[in-house]
């Protein structure tokens, strides 16, 4: 390769997921009459809040070319747990922070599996936290959704306040705060660093271990973001909340240009990834595709994005 | 050279699969039409389906009105029935016929359907909504009892065992509460064990297996679903074949039919799927024509066993 060539290579792999979004967009904005109006394209940005906070988490760990199963779970036992506090009466901050609190030790668990506990691969750690945090779920609610939140935590988290739409806000926040933090601060950098070459990074000076604990911190705190968001959308806290979540998590992350090899992957693209999966499924219903060719479609799009990420993978190795 | 080329396919995979949903799938116009949009919880088995064809039956013949069919994937994703019904109050649904994947999650939407005038009619599954129009859907609690009454007359004493569905889920749970209610009146009868199957039939196989390693003296199983009560079935005829054990299923589906001409399954309490997809949907062009419909719409249930499986069988 030539190094002319190489911004628009770049260019190329920055445009490629928001050019399909765009090109997703237009061709609905055709197909349905109902698609391009304010409150369905805010029905979609809603929709899609949920998934795209955990696409965040995800986006963490698959920087350092790890993956998180247990996100799901992580949702699911913070949104019972966060139901129950709030209708035995605790004050909802106090609740959402207790419900914060406990996605980050169970991702910081997650990291610490990984790297005190050195089981050989992140699939095994979470896998296991995956299957703990459902059955813990379940245990807590036991098993049958906590429903009669308080109007003001709907609204808050869920709904609408000060004329908009809540869902959307707290994730913009998040993907504000973890655009800056991936790419202004030192913690952020060193993740993109490991994910590229965990011993280069440690020659470097970087303290890997710690800076995957909090890699996975982090995403275990985006499941209880996640959570919080959904408990007010739902009006409740339901045990199997979540599940299968952490699969549409990662595939946000990847369509969005992501690297399962580690080392890429930007907010900026995890949104696209997010927002390209709630406008596929919104243009679905409304054209009344039936949920049959819905999983087709999607499944589609995933292998496509993820095969695609492997012939670049052998590119550059090939250079 | 190689990384040009394959980001360039990476856009061109997202396009390639945006075009072929607008070529392939344009037919999201009403043409003018009005639409009843039909909500299930998921289209995954016969009595999803047969509801669907009562459903195509009641609009037969209304050139006025399009019939909407759109399902989560799997029962368990509530949250993907709330996208669904946003969506469809979107695309200006007339009037919604619902089954409410949890009864407590999708209420605040359907409350939103109410307030904007959209009649919601549920079916199936009943959900504490204020303002619903109807409900056409069986009597889960009655059914339950009815197959307690056969637990009881084929059994007399001994262990009995309950599988149920998801937990949370107002018709099974209801199916559930109605058997443990009549069980209760049979003194000789002990429910052994009582676990959760998600109404999955392979979740059914194992939890079964548990059971009878469990309690290997158990004489009865009552599913609140055919999947479950087909995969119970499974369990005891790889370990159990000789041991008589009773299992009773609900909703009467072809599968189950055949296995109780089999004698693998006792009996299975029938609900009407067709009728519900149909009472439902005509419930639904009642009030978009303006007229007023029954607030609770029972479609009826019946127990089959080997005694009326044949006219049972499709």
């Known amino acids: 390769m030539t190094t002319k060539e190489q911004p628009a290579a770049v260019l190329w792999q920055r445009m490629g997921p928001l050019l399909g979004l765009a090109t997703l967009i237009i061709g609905l904005s055709f197909a349905s009459p109902y ?38 779970s992580v949702l699911g036992v913070t949104n019972v747990m966060l139901a129950i506090l709030l209708v035995s009466g605790w004050h909802p901050l106090a609740a959402c922070a207790a419900a914060l609190g406990t996605g980050l030790g169970i991702g910081l668990l997650n990291g610490v599996l990984l790297t005190r506990l050195r089981l050989p691969h992140p699939f095994i750690s979470t896998l296991g936290t995956m299957n703990v945090g459902r059955g813990a779920a379940l245990l807590l609610a036991g098993g049958v959704p906590i429903s009669g939140l308080s109007m003001g935590f709907r609204s808050a988290t869920g709904g609408n306040a000060f004329g908009a739409p809540m869902p959307v806000v707290i994730a ?3 993907y504000l705060a973890a655009h800056l933090f991936l790419t202004r601060t030192i913690w952020g950098r060193d993740l993109y660093a490991i994910g590229g070459n965990r011993e280069a990074a440690r020659l470097a000076g970087i303290p890997v271990e710690r800076r995957l604990n909090l890699a996975y911190a982090l995403s275990g705190f985006a499941g209880a973001l996640g959570a919080i968001v959904l408990a007010g959308r739902m009006n409740s806290g339901f045990p199997l909340a979540g599940s299968g979540a952490e699969l549409d998590a990662i595939a946000a992350a990847i369509i969005g240009g992501a690297s399962f090899f580690g080392g890429v992957g930007t907010v900026g693209g995890t949104l696209i990834g997010a927002l390209i999966i709630g406008f596929l499924r919104n243009g679905l219903n409304l054209l009344d595709v039936s949920a049959y060719w ?20 052998r590119g550059t190795r090939t250079v | 050279m190689t990384i040009t080329l394959s980001t360039t396919t990476r856009g061109a995979a997202v396009l390639a699969m945006a075009a072929l949903l607008v070529t392939g799938c344009n037919r999201g116009a009403d043409n003018g039409k009005k639409t009843i949009a039909l909500v299930p919880k998921a289209m995954d088995s016969e009595f999803w389906l047969a509801v669907r064809k009562g459903a195509q039956k009641a609009v037969e013949g209304r050139d006025d009105v399009t019939l909407s069919v759109l399902a989560p994937d799997r029962e368990i994703n509530v949250d993907q029935q709330v996208s669904i019904l946003e969506d469809q109050i979107q695309r200006g649904a007339r009037a919604l016929v619902v089954a409410p994947a949890g009864s407590a999650q999708v209420v605040p939407v359907l409350q939103n359907a109410i307030g904007r005038g959209i009649p919601v009619v549920l079916v199936d599954a009943d959900a504490p909504l204020p303002g619903k129009s109807s409900y056409a859907g069986t009597d889960n609690r009655a059914g339950g009892s009815l197959a307690a009454k056969h637990v009881i007359e084929r059994v007399g004493t001994g262990k009995i065992a309950l599988i149920s569905g998801v937990p949370g889920n107002q018709s099974q749970d209801d199916r559930a509460a109605g058997f443990l209610e009549t069980i ?8 052994a064990a009582q676990q959760p199957a998600n109404s999955e039939r392979s979740l059914g196989l194992t939890v079964m297996e548990n059971i009878l390693t469990a309690h290997p003296d158990i004489k009865a199983v009552f599913a609140t679903n055919d999947q479950m009560a087909l995969g119970a079935v ?10 008589g054990i009773i299992v009773v299923g609900f909703d009467a589906t072809g599968e189950a039919v055949q296995a109780i001409i089999d004698g693998r399954m006792s009996a299975s309490v029938a609900q009407r799927p067709f009728e519900m997809g149909r009472r439902s949907v005509e419930a639904a062009l009642a009030l978009i024509d303006g007229r007023t419909v029954e607030p609770r719409i029972d479609t009826g249930t019946e127990l089959v066993t080997a005694a009326n499986a044949a006219s049972y069988k499709k």
Request: hydrophobic content about 55%; aromatic content about 2%; proline content about 3%.
């Open chain 1, 294 to 313: 819905q999983m087709v479609v999607i499944g589609c799009v995933i292998v496509g994005a993820v095969f695609v990420d492997v012939l670049r993978q």
């Open chain 2, 184 to 191: 209760k009146t049979a003194p000789g009868l002990q429910v």
């Open chain 2, 234 to 243: 499974e369990a005891i005829q790889s370990r159990k074949p000789q041991a």
């Open chain 1, 35 to 72: 698609f391009l109006t304010v409150e369905n394209l805010l029905n979609v940005l809603r929709q899609s809040s949920i998934n795209a906070i955990l696409a965040l988490g995800q986006l963490m760990v698959i920087i350092t070319a790890g993956i998180d199963l247990s996100i799901g």
């Open chain 1, 172 to 174: 913009a926040v998040a």
